[in-house]
């Protein structure tokens, strides 16, 4: 093993193919390993809308051998693009029925190896390997956007030795617009990653092989993408193994603690019955958009009442459940016995959380913190039972409505709604200003992988079945909500400014922080190295400074419009937000197997709603109320929720 990249191993030499370097998949990646196997399962498309600025006078930007120069250029700066899976010494990951004297240490699950490996072939790097990149024609935008939306119907297109995939779409009658759609395999990527190789991607796409930043060793490229535990501080790198191990149950036991604080819950309605689990979702995606004028008041009302948008999208997505069921409750659609359950039940939310920057300090400085391989777990938050403010005291009387349900200044007050925004807050502040919180990250890394094989062979052996029998089953009974011991309202988090990670415009400027040209160093700017400025002199070689001419390229592509589309989990509903070109957009990927559409177009209309009354709109200064002790408090505060 080479201590200059950690966990990697230098397996093969080849005289004219190059090295192989191969090396075991921490927890994470193989728990994304194995939900690809559930035939695609988080699997991740970024779909893009691109314009030539100069309209077809560049239209060589977007000729095949620029498109096809560009994508081996992006892959040699991320290796893991490049990877395939393996077992233990090269071995197959699959179809591994019998122990031989070479894999002793080799334990089998149904025919797969035990150890799972990223191997990364030299050769593979300089080559398009075939259905790597797909070349298609279209009439017209909204095709590609159906084609987008049922992206994941098709059978997947990787294997153990293809990872990532290229289509690239054309209009028939257009030369100056260009779809760009990248399907990535998650136990090699997560978003911080996806934006970094676009990012590239679109940037060599606009130089048009005019210059190609320096191009960094493959070993130095490996060593950033180490497996999770040798990118965790230094300083608990280096406590003894027995105080390591004790740490590690310790955060084991307190996560334990935590999961089983958050029993019970409920989401939407939804159909779920006992082999759910065991049956690959249907994904479909939804989105609403906000204009540009309700977007900047929403922005601007969080930075005035110091609320961050992050922490209120829980308690905005648990109002728009609150009056999609109160509306479904008075049509009645529920049954008193079910609404009776469901008010009392709390709103837990699973959401992934970006691990970079509290990982080793020098390697995000060094380009983690936009490095291309996984880094991240899950963190869970619960709010107390659903809000029905003024209304539970209703006994009878008729009920003010909107649209069907009662209003959000009915169900919870601005005030009630600071409240509940300050319990994420506090819950996402206990866990990761916790002393032990990589530990607990490793724990429930740990747990995934135990279980994620279980879900697919049991697929796998419910597909064999089916396909020999000769008549379906019957329908199997849908499970009520009190059914489900655990319950998650939605997975999901907000991005942020696209913008921040994704420029609209390429070439960048070498100014720009996060330009292959850049005099300096960023967290988020990985696999490059570090330019001169033009006015300093440069110790480095003539190959390590600016090219001349592109001191300040003219922008030659902006990018029009943009998609993401993850393949949902079984029962998935999964919710999403980011600001792109001025304009909030928020967007679910979901089972259709479980969830309507028409539930989940109503659920988006519900946050958007409640974004705009909470967020959108001026609210009255709080008011004053004087205890019976004579002590002056902010009403609302300290009522029971």
Known sequence: MDTSMPGWTLLDTHPTQGRTFHRPMDPSETSFLWDGL????????????????????????????????????????????????????????????????????????????????????????????????????????????????????????????????????????????????????????????????????????????????????????????????????????????????????????????????????????????????????????????????????????????????????????????????????????????????????????????????????????????????????????????????????????KLGLSDGAPPFSDLLTFDRFRYRVELIKKQAAALFDHPLFLEMVHAASMQRQLRAPSVVLQWLQRTKIAKDRTREDSDEEVLTIKDIPRTWGHAGSSFGDLASMLPLEYPLPPAHRLSPFSSVSHPSRAGYVAYPRPSEPSPQSSADSIPSGLDSPTPRIAIRNTWLHLNARPAELYLTAWSFGGRMKMFSCFDSNVYEEAVVKEWLAEIKGAMLWYLGRTHEPRRTRQSRSGKVGVEGIHTKL
């Open 38 to 397: 559930l035939n695609g399962t988080a699997d991740t498309v970024h779909a893009h809308e691109l314009r030539l600025s100069n309209g077809s006078e560049d239209a060589r930007l977007f000729s095949d051998v620029n498109i096809v120069k560009s994508w081996l250029s992006a892959k040699r700066r991320y290796p893991l693009t490049g990877a395939i899976i393996q077992g233990p010494s090269g071995m197959p990951f699959r179809k591994m029925t019998s122990k031989t004297a070479d894999d002793d240490d080799c334990d089998r699950i149904a025919g797969f190896a035990s150890q799972p490996h990223l191997a990364v072939r030299e050769h593979d790097l300089t080559v398009i390997r075939p259905g790597e990149i797909v070349f298609e024609r279209v009439t017209g935008a909204k095709e590609v956007e159906n084609r987008i939306a049922t992206f994941f119907d098709d059978a997947r297109p990787f294997s153990e030795d293809l990872l990532t995939q290229l289509y690239v779409v054309c209009e028939v009658e257009r030369t100056d617009v260009l779809y760009l759609i990248i399907r990535v395999a998650h136990l090699v990527t997560d978003g911080m990653a996806n934006y970094t190789f676009v990012r590239c991607l679109l940037d060599m796409l606009g130089r048009c092989g005019e210059s190609e930043p320096v191009q960094i060793p493959l070993e130095d490229r490996l060593a950033m993408a180490v497996p999770l535990a040798e990118r965790i501080p230094i300083q608990l790198r280096s406590l003894s193994p027995a105080r390591r191990r004790w740490r590690m149950a310790l955060g084991s036991l307190i996560l334990r603690s935590r999961m089983e604080k958050m029993k019970g819950g409920h989401t939407l309605p939804c159909s779920i019955t006992r082999s759910t689990p065991f049956v690959p979702a249907r994904s479909r995606e939804m989105s609403i958009m906000l204009t540009p004028a309700e977007t900047a008041t929403v922005l601007a009302n969080c930075r005035l009442h110091k609320v961050t948008f992050g922490n209120a999208y829980p308690v905005l997505t648990q109002m728009a459940t609150t009056r999609l069921l109160y509306r479904r409750y008075l049509r009645g659609e529920i049954s008193e016995e079910e609404w009776q359950h469901r008010k009392k039940e709390p709103y837990t939310i699973s959401s992934p959380l970006n691990l970079r920057p509290y990982l080793d300090k020098a390697w995000f400085e060094r380009g983690g913190g936009g490095e291309f391989v996984t880094s991240l777990s899950l963190s869970f938050y619960q709010l107390p039972c659903m809000p029905l403010g003024e209304t539970a005291r209703s006994s009878g009387q």
